[in-house]
């Protein structure tokens, strides 16, 4: 079984920086992946990007590539998302998955586990 314990949100202002933490207990060997989705308020959950954890393959939304970066602590067993350049439009309560293949990764209904969100707010 993984568990998925997601920190870093927080409220900043456009053009900061953040960084999310998704704590990951259980074993992530082999094809594990983890993606980070967001939601904003009256939107559809969206993907942001992914990380396999056996290479470092990265993916991003074109939203997101040049400002935000993902990478996984092997030894914490912990995966990032580095946001940089924030926008009022990044605002969303952002949620980390995981699964054990690299099928389909943009798809939130290929994960099988989720954390609990954690809300993010750009604003002056």
């Known amino acids: 079984q993984v568990q998925l314990v997601e920190s870093g949100g927080g409220l900043v202002q456009p053009g900061n920086s953040l960084r999310l933490s998704c704590a990951t207990s259980?074993?992530?060997?082999?094809?594990?992946?983890t993606g980070w989705f967001r939601q904003a308020p009256g939107k559809e959950r969206e993907f942001v990007a992914s990380?396999?954890?056996?290479?470092?393959?990265?993916s991003y939304a074109d939203s997101v590539k040049g400002r935000f970066t993902v990478s996984r602590d092997l030894a914490k067993n912990t995966a990032y998302l580095q946001m940089n350049s924030l926008k009022p439009e990044d605002t969303a309560v952002y949620y980390c998955?995981?699964?054990?293949?690299?099928?389909?990764?943009?798809?939130?209904?290929?994960?099988?586990?989720w954390g609990q969100g954690t809300q993010v707010t750009v604003s002056s």
């Open positions: 998955a995981a699964k054990r293949n690299t099928l389909d990764l943009r798809n939130g209904a290929s994960y099988e586990y």
């Open positions: 259980g074993r992530t060997f082999g094809s594990f992946v």
């Open positions: 990380t396999t954890w056996n290479f470092g393959a990265t």
